[in-house]
């Protein structure tokens, strides 16, 4: 007799076997024990005036609904020279997929659409890729060779990036290990996508061919942690050239991920470092639990070559409870189908991720390789049921099902149901081997989806239409003068200097060390003064303020000279700088007044002291302490002391000390 299936109950038991906890309750020593390895490739947008291989503009973006051409292109797989196809290849062809380019006049020319060769490579941004593969402390080759990267999901018009290995063989020092560089390339930027939705997908093409710096690390990245500290080196490195984009979409990083029994698996297209964490984290575990559902099916199965999946096509009246998209779709190609998994039972709600199962994964691939949008499938071990049990009861029996087996509904044309029936049983006999190789999205939740298979290791072959570019000596020598000094040797110094290091993050994503030391060295101030001005008040200002136009973080160091020039005490900075970053263009003396700044003598201001002591006697009716005392007394003297005398000087006149 069938006995009544408690998903819930399953997902918690399965979410148990699995171990997950919450990142911030996971310990180093729980990745170790897992075997937890990850290595990344971060891409960052370099800052050139044209493109990489030809002489359209870099940097200038259109917006979605303006183009002024269109062109449609399909994929279709060839074999190789070994008689093989490409997976990735024969992933993206079952979608049918129909790509669709606009193109804007002024952003792209005949070679982003693949209609005339690549012009001689941009040596600007190899200049700059030398800048930064020295700065990785990597051997720079001693010829350029352009090779072709299959690209496969249509992003890129030729079906390939063309890239070039620059610097090979580099190491990081991070704060406790240092972290191997396996090579640094310069590469053309893809399409950006628009849209993607059943068999279309649409990509506008400004972004196309704009020079990229690759960096690839080795993995080497034992925890999480170390996998973010390691990626916001990186950024920061690339910054303190001042020779890179910054900005939405102009840096991204792709995270590998592998686990003991596992294989690599790719998250693309991370849009923020800080995910990272969060990300790695999750998909751990995730390989985890696909690591127990092998065990689970092969201990069931003994033959996993034998396992095969059974369909039967049902009416929309049977599904009375659950109004599917396919019910409102006219016409005799539109097919609800029912499915049987032998053996499948408890597998579909086994847990994978937050929020999420083992059907998850079943989902994500019809949407991916079948087209079938979200929501297209519906199963048996639902956390809360869609369907009736009687209407379960009804699909199992004409499926002659047992009672080890699980069920899953799903619909579509009929082009579409046969993909997908393919789909569902290539996935699941993929979980009999384990962890699959793919790649996969990432989510702001930490979560991420199927995105595609893998691509094999061949994709890469020499470009016949460009040739070999010598690196000269002379140009290396040349890229060593103008190199910044190393992230370490920054973060040791703001250690030095005794700068919180909750300004750290901020001061080196925006490169404003070497403002900070030149404001230290050349006005002798005190460190941790300007440190926390910018690393925590200019902070504060940017998350609040919309300047009116450009700040340039130079107008800091101005500032600085301003106050100094005119006999100021260095307190009223922090009165003028939140007037100064929203009015960029606004003249120093119109600041100062503004912040209603008035010349008062210390002497004049300490004569204040006497009669707010007595004041606050008066009306210190809770005889509050001492120190409240000092903060209601240098309150009362701010708007004539700011820019008028030191206020540390005065606090310790206020509470009785004496004048140093």
């Known amino acids: 007799m069938d006995i009544k299936f408690d998903a819930v109950k399953n997902y918690e038991k399965t979410k148990k076997i699995v171990g997950y906890l919450p990142r911030e309750k996971t310990k180093p020593q729980d990745y170790y024990e897992m075997g937890f390895k990850c290595g990344l490739e971060i891409h960052q947008q370099l800052k050139t005036e044209k493109k990489l291989f030809c002489r359209c503009p870099a940097g200038l973006y259109q917006k979605k609904d303006e183009y002024d051409a269109e062109v449609i292109r399909h994929m279709r797989p060839t074999l190789s020279e070994m008689g093989e196809y490409d997976g990735t290849a024969l992933m993206e062809f079952k979608t049918r997929k129909n790509i669709t380019y606009h193109i804007k006049n002024e952003t792209a020319c005949t070679y982003e659409i693949d209609d005339t060769p690549p012009f001689i490579l941009n040596m600007q941004a190899l200049d700059i890729v030398l800048e930064i593969s020295l700065l990785l402390n990597t051997n720079i080759v001693g010829e350029l060779h352009i090779t072709r990267k299959q690209y496969l999901d249509g992003s890129i018009p030729t079906g390939f990036q063309r890239t070039a290995l620059v610097g090979i063989e580099g190491e990081i020092q991070l704060k406790k290990k240092k972290i ?270 199927f995105e595609r298979v893998l691509p094999g290791p061949n994709r890469m072959y020499p470009d016949t239409d460009s040739a070999p570019i010598p690196i000269e000596e002379s140009q290396i020598q040349e890229a060593k003068k103008s190199l910044p000094s190393s992230i370490a040797h920054r973060i040791k110094q703001l250690e030095e200097w005794k700068i919180p290091s909750d300004t750290y993050i901020y001061i080196l994503k925006q490169n404003l060390f070497e403002l900070i030391k030149k404001i230290i060295e050349d006005f002798d101030e005190n460190p941790i003064f300007v440190g926390t001005l910018i690393g925590h008040k200019l902070k504060n200002i940017e998350g609040k303020t919309n300047p009116v136009s450009l700040f340039n973080y130079s107008k800091i160091y101005a500032l600085f000279a301003y106050v100094i020039k005119n006999k100021l005490k260095k307190e009223i900075i922090k009165e003028m700088l939140p007037v100064m970053y929203k009015n960029p263009n606004m003249d120093f003396d119109s600041i100062l007044k503004i912040t209603k700044y008035e010349k008062c003598s210390e002497a004049r201001i300490i004569s204040f002291l006497p009669d707010l002591k007595e004041k606050f006697k008066k009306i210190n009716n809770s005889k509050k302490s001492s120190q409240a005392e000092s903060l209601w007394i240098m309150g009362e003297l701010h708007p004539i002391a700011k820019g008028n005398m030191d206020f540390d000087r005065l606090r310790r006149m206020v509470d009785g000390g004496k004048d140093e």
């Not at 050239?241 to 991204?252: D, L, N």
């Not at 790719?266 to 751990?284: D, F, M, R, Y």
């Not at 009736?388 to 069920?407: G, P, R, V």
């Open 180 to 449: 191997r560089i396996i090579q640094v390339s310069v590469e053309e930027d893809a399409c950006r996508e628009v849209s993607d939705i059943g068999h279309e997908r649409v990509y506008i093409t400004d972004r196309l061919g704009m020079p990229l710096v690759e960096m690839v690390t080795y993995p080497d990245m034992k925890t999480p942690a170390e996998a973010e500290e390691a990626g916001q080196y990186l950024r920061f490195l690339t910054r303190s050239t001042e020779r890179v984009r910054t900005g939405i979409g102009a840096a991204r990083e792709d995270v590998n991920v592998s686990i003991n029994g596992g294989t690599r698996v790719e998250i693309k297209g991370v849009s923020h470092i800080k995910w990272i964490p969060e990300l790695t984290h999750n998909e751990a575990f995730r390989q985890k639990a696909l690591l127990e559902v092998k065990k689970i099916l092969n201990k069931r199965i003994t033959d996993p070559s034998k396992w095969r999946i059974k369909s039967k096509d049902v009416s929309a009246s049977l599904l009375k409870s659950y109004n599917c998209p396919s019910k409102n779709l006219s016409g005799e190609k539109n097919r609800i189908v029912c499915v049987n998994l032998p053996d499948f039972r408890g597998i579909l709600s086994f847990f994978t991720q937050p929020s999420k199962m083992f059907a998850n994964e079943l989902i994500d691939r019809l949407k991916v390789i079948a087209c079938l949008e979200k929501p297209n499938m519906i199963h048996s071990e639902e956390l809360e049921p869609i369907i009736s049990e009687d209407e379960l009861s009804y699909i199992k029996k004409i499926l002659n099902t047992k009672e080890n087996d699980a069920q899953i509904i799903t619909w579509g044309s009929d082009q579409d149901i046969k993909t997908a029936l393919e789909t569902i049983e290539e996935r699941c006999l993929l979980a009999f081997k384990g962890i699959p190789n793919e790649t996969r999205k990432s989510f702001r939740d930490g979560t991420n989806i």
